[in-house]
């Protein structure tokens, strides 16, 4: 019998929606987005790390300015509330696809560690 490797994925996609760390992080992040503050603040801190993880992946130096900058945003957010909880349902749900991802990687790990 062959198997669809692409209808499980599909199906883990469905039932990811429905974990209780899929639906904190869109409860957390529909709180976030209420305040308007934060959420500005928020979108310019994923702004400025894609900025810096883009120039970091092209081997390029981060200036100092870019530097200070990100850890100033960095220091702004860990100081609002609703955007640290956000990014604690997020480590939460991350955890939750590393687990699931060593899951689905075992067959490979335990070829190579034979």
């Known amino acids: 019998m062959a ?5 499980t994925a599909n199906k883990m996609e469905e039932e990811l ?3 209780t ?3 904190n992080l869109v409860t957390a992040y529909d709180e976030m987005k209420k305040d308007e503050e934060a959420y500005k603040l928020f979108k310019e801190f994923q702004e ?6 883009q120039k970091q ?3 390029e ?11 100033n945003i960095a220091s702004q ?13 997020e480590r939460n749900l991350n955890q939750l696809l590393n ?13 190579y560690h034979e």
């Open 3 to 7: 198997v669809n490797i692409y209808d």
């Open 17 to 19: 929606r429905q974990t």
């Open 21 to 23: 760390e899929y639906t």
């Open 48 to 53: 400025v790390q894609v900025n810096l993880q």
């Open 57 to 59: 992946m092209n081997g």
């Open 61 to 71: 130096d981060l200036s100092d300015d870019e530097m200070d900058k990100a850890r």
């Open 77 to 89: 957010v860990g100081n609002v509330d609703v955007i640290k909880s956000l990014m604690d349902k």
């Open 99 to 111: 687990d699931i991802n060593q899951i689905i990687t075992k067959p490979i790990q335990e070829l």
